[in-house]
């Protein structure tokens, strides 16, 4: 006779079981690359490459020539925008957002204070800032800055309008004109004596080569059409002959050349650039 086992009261409680972790599932291998990428970016999603390069807005002319010399000298990227004054696209509503004056040249630097973009306009404001951003050209020791500055604003107040209205009347304007051809003329070449005098003890205009030479330099290739410098002011010829061997001055000189050829080479182009250049007034 078989033996009944005996009865329990109750079931015996079973063992809590382990947590375990399920092993991740391999991605399918057309995923694979996929999946990798969405791991590098995350938590955000993969990023646009950021802009470098600084925009230009440009036209070779002395003031355009002040800022591409500058950004050769500095080694900074850059991107020319041509802007063809002679068409007037210096009008175009986009390029008002940049320069409120119409004028070129003006920059965009992706990279701007805080890591933000900036837009700046009018060329000595242009040197002083890339100075300050790089370090170049432009003296952190107060005294030595005064000095850059002085040359600095003697150009945009003096060298540079002077010399522009000169060459208008000489060049462009119909006959008629001789007490302006003189007036002018006359202050160019009491300017450049002023200069001339400078140069006689100093190799650059602030001390050190600056920001002050880069942008009195184009407005000299200017002036040196209406006066014989070997003649009249040897010290500023001198000058002039050094710094436009300087390997970035050449580079940002030529920069853009072909261009303005092109337009000065089509008599339709030269006329139709005196009509939109000259007589400007106010625009709504």
Not at 64 to 82: F, H, N, Q, R, T
Not at 96 to 119: E, F, K, Q, T, Y
Not at 182 to 209: P, Q, S
Not at 240 to 269: H, M, S, T
């Amino acid at each position: 006779m078989a033996k009944k086992k005996p009865k329990t009261s109750a079931k015996p409680k079973a063992k809590p079981a382990k947590r375990r972790t399920a092993p991740a599932k391999k991605p399918a291998p057309k995923k694979a690359a996929q999946a990798k990428r969405a791991a590098a970016a995350s938590p955000r999603k993969a990023a646009a490459p950021a802009k470098t390069s600084i925009e230009l807005y440009y036209w070779p002319t002395p003031n355009g020539w002040k800022v591409s010399i500058m950004l050769e000298e500095c080694a900074l990227p850059y991107v020319m925008v041509p802007v063809n004054i002679g068409k007037g696209e210096q009008f175009e509503p986009e390029f008002l957002r940049i320069s409120p004056n119409n004028r070129m040249p003006a920059i965009v630097d992706p990279n701007g204070p805080g890591g933000r973009p900036i837009s700046i306009f009018e060329s000595g404001a242009i040197l002083q800032y890339l100075g300050r951003k790089t370090g170049k050209f432009y003296p952190k020791d107060e005294r030595a800055r005064v000095a850059v500055d002085e040359w600095l604003f003697w150009q945009m107040a003096g060298l540079g309008p002077m010399t522009g209205q000169a060459n208008h009347f000489l060049n462009y304007a119909k006959e008629g004109n001789d007490y302006a051809r003189k007036r002018y003329t006359d202050e160019v070449h009491r300017l450049i004596g002023v200069m001339n005098k400078r140069l006689a003890a100093n190799e650059y205009l602030a001390g050190d080569y600056s920001i002050a030479d880069m942008a009195c330099w184009g407005w000299i290739i200017g002036a040196s059409r209406m006066i014989d410098l070997g003649l009249e002011f040897p010290n500023v010829k001198v000058w002039r002959d050094a710094i436009g061997k300087r390997p970035a001055v050449e580079r940002g000189f030529a920069l853009g050349r072909e261009l303005r050829e092109q337009q000065a080479n089509d008599p339709k182009a030269q006329e139709e650039a005196r009509r939109i250049l000259f007589g400007q007034r106010a625009r709504p």
